[in-house]
């Protein structure tokens, strides 16, 4: 049963960076490469929203709130995808989940919390 380990996460003030790591443990490198992976965030209350993806071809699709801050990327050959966010604002403050979708595969979770 493969499932995803994340890293990252933390507290951070307005207009830092911070970089989330997402391993798939337990996939074999041929579903993770030729899967899109993702990265969604979610806040008390509300429903998980898509933040980002990037396709097995390298594709990658962002929220509006992502666009031009946010960068996915992956490392095939680590089983790996990451997102980078620059410019943090408090708004990004959130749980943020990686997620293999096409097998319900989803992260434990990272907080990131943005102070102004």
């Known amino acids: 049963q493969g499932r995803l380990v994340q890293s990252g996460g933390g507290f951070m003030q307005a207009g830092e960076s911070l970089t989330l790591v997402c391993v798939a443990t337990?996939?074999?490198?041929?579903?993770?490469?030729?899967?899109?992976m993702g990265w969604y965030r979610q806040t008390p209350g509300n429903q998980r929203e898509l933040v980002a993806t990037?396709?097995?071809?390298?594709?990658?699709n962002y929220a509006a709130s992502a666009k031009g801050r946010f960068t996915i990327s992956r490392n095939n050959a680590r089983n790996a995808v990451y997102l980078q966010m620059d410019s943090l604002k408090p708004e990004d403050t959130a749980v943020y989940y990686c997620t293999l979708a096409t097998y319900d595969y989803w992260g434990q979770g990272s907080q990131v919390t943005v102070s102004s």
């Open positions: 990037i396709a097995s071809d390298g594709n990658t």
């Open positions: 337990g996939v074999s490198p041929a579903i993770f490469r030729d899967n899109e």
